[in-house]
Each structure stands twice: as C-alpha cells, then as structure tokens.
C-alpha cells in the first residue's frame, strides 16, 4: 500500500515537472511569436517584390531554434492560424510560405494520416488554412471517413486545395450536408472565390433532394438570380426541403412571374411551414390577384399563419385593414383585428 501511494506521489510529481517545463517553452516560444515573428512579418510585406532571400534570414533562424519538439510545432501552428484569420491581403501569402519555410505542413500530413481521429481532424485543417496544395491526396483519402466529422473538415479543405470542380465530392458525400457545415460550405467558397465556378444547373438535376435544396440555397446566398428559371420548377417536387428553398429563393430574388405558382402551391400545401414560407414569398412577388387569394385564407387557426397573411396583404395592397373590412366584421372575427393591430406596432413605436 505504502509502495503505491510513493508511486502516486512521484507520478505526480513527474507530470507536473512535465507540465512546468511545457509552460516555460510555450512561454518562451511566445515571446519568440511576439518579437522574431512580428519583426519577421513586417520585413516581409516592406521588401514587396523581393525574392525570400533578401528577408532577414536570421528572425526565420531565431524562429527555427525555438521549435524544437511537435508540441512547440502545434502551439505556433496554432498561432499562425489565429494570425491569419485577423490578418488578410498581403500577410496571407507570408503566412502561408512561413509555414512552408518552417516545414510545419511535415508535421500536418503526420497528423492528416494519422489513426487518431483527433489528429486526423487537425492535419486536414491545418493544411486547409494553409492551401497546402501538395497536401491534397492526403486530405482526398479520407473522404469516405467513417467519421462524418472528418468527412465535413475534408469536403472543407478540398474547396481550399482543389483547382478543379468544387464541389465535385457532392456525388459521393452529399449525406454530410447539414447546418454548420452547409455555412462552412458557403464561407469557404465565398472567400476562395470559387462560388462563379460552380455547375449550378447540373447539381439542380441531382437526384439527391439534399443537394438540391443545397445549391438552391447556395444560389439565394451568393444572389444568382440568372438561376431563378431553373429554381423555379422545382416548387413542386417532392421534398418539402425543396420546397422549401425554392420558397426561400422566389422571397429573396423571386418576381410576379412566381405568384401564380407560389399562390397555387400555398392552397395545396398541407404544411403550416411551408404555407407561411408561401405567403411570405407573395409578400414579395404578389399583386392584385394573389391579395384577393389572400383575403379568402383569413379564416384559419393557426395564429402565426394569421398574422404572415395580414402582413403580406399590408406589404403587397399598403391598406390591409380597409381590405379586410370590407369582407369581415371585425367585431366578431376578434382574431383579424389582433392581427391588424399587430402589423400597426412598428408604425406606432416609430
């Protein structure tokens, strides 16, 4: 008993001697970060247009030194990836070859093929945010990864890699296609500059409703409206997700074209999502006729579905209450007079 106990006493001893000499070289390599690197970056951007030879070799040496073990490696790495989301234009080519100069992308692949999920995970982002071209097989493999994490963090990094088709891996991971990852889809190819490259009428006659409902929404995000005919007829497939994104696409860059179709799919729709996503597009897109149609849907229970049909008779005719006075009493259909009154706050608060 005596013996473990001893033997507890001097593990804990060893990690935090462990852990204090870590502290000491993360401190170190921080003031490294705060004078050798930022010297180094500045001198960098100042020599524009000189070969990397003519930069102070000596700050990259001074740099060299202090990374002396993978840890070290990983706490700058990390550090050049927090630099380089707050630094743009000229600092992003610097930042990039530093991390090259240091052969830091050596240790990224290691993590990328790693059997460790975590570290598969930060190899591939690492050599994301660098656009470690060279590095890209050993991103590619794991796009069938068990994990659909790692399967999102690679569709991520091969936007930022590839010189091909993005988004060609839709074919085989379009599964993967769901909140967070669709914006981090969309930031990805906003900030490469890759979203003009895009096959948009291919990937809207995927079979796939997932990808679809995708590139729809991919359209409204980037504001293609020269898709819209495409879009358009798509309002009637099967897949209320579809739907529902044509919806979104005919409120954001839609015209009166769109009203008959979208008046003719709110009377079908038995989905209280999609009726009130309808009328909100109509808002938009309607005129005389679709406010007459609206009139005629005021007798409904549902109250949110209420009120997004007086709102859009108001947006579309700009006189609602007359409207609707003219076909109800509002002393007996209480709710119509609660709904007017909602759609009269903002002007009474203005």
């Given amino acids: 008993m005596a013996t473990a106990a001893i033997g507890v006493v001097i593990l804990i001893g060893v990690l935090k001697v462990r852990k204090k000499r870590r502290y000491e070289s993360e401190k170190n390599l921080l003031k490294v970060i705060e004078k050798d690197l930022n010297n180094y970056l500045i001198s960098s951007t100042e020599n524009e247009g000189l070969k990397w030879s003519s930069v102070h070799r000596y700050q990259l040496d001074e740099i060299k030194v202090k990374l002396e073990n993978s840890f070290l490696k990983g706490i700058f790495i990390r550090h050049l990836i927090s630099l380089r989301k707050n630094l743009h234009g000229e600092f992003d080519q610097v930042l990039e ?27 591939i982002h690492e050599l994301s945010q660098f656009e470690y ?37 839709l074919k085989t991971s379009w599964k993967d296609l769901s909140g967070w990852h669709i914006l981090s889809l969309h930031h990805t190819l906003l900030r490469t500059g890759l979203a003009h490259r ?28 020269a898709h819209m005919d495409n879009i358009r007829g798509h309002l009637f497939s099967d ?30 729709t038995d989905r209280q999502d999609l009726k009130i996503l309808s009328i909100n597009a109509l808002a938009k897109v309607g005129g005389p006729d679709e ?56 002007l009474n608060n203005s």
């Fill in 97 to 123: 070859d530093l991390y090259e100069l240091l052969g830091l992308q050596k240790l990224s692949i290691k993590k990328a093929n790693s059997r460790k999920m975590t570290s598969v995970v930060r190899g």
């Fill in 133 to 169: 071209k060279s590095g890209y097989h050993h991103v590619l493999q794991h796009l069938g990864h068990s994990s659909q994490i790692v399967r999102q963090e690679t569709q991520v990094a091969l936007l930022n890699l590839s010189a091909g088709s993005p988004l060609f891996f």
């Fill in 198 to 225: 895009v096959q948009y009428d291919y990937w809207l006659r995927n079979p796939n409703w997932e990808v679809r409902a995708f590139i729809i929404d991919m359209c409204v995000f980037f504001r293609l409206v």
């Fill in 239 to 268: 897949e209320y997700q579809v739907q529902a994104a044509v919806l979104r696409a005919v409120t954001e860059m839609g015209d009166d074209r769109d009203a008959p179709g979208v008046y003719k799919f709110l009377v079908n």
């Fill in 291 to 346: 406010v007459e149609g609206l009139l005629t849907l005021l007798e409904t229970d549902h109250s949110d579905t209420l009120l997004a049909t007086v709102m859009a008779i108001e947006e579309i005719s700009g006189n609602a209450e007359e409207l609707i006075r003219k076909s109800y009493d509002l002393q007996t259909h209480i709710h119509l007079a609660t709904a007017l009154a909602h759609i009269k706050e903002p």
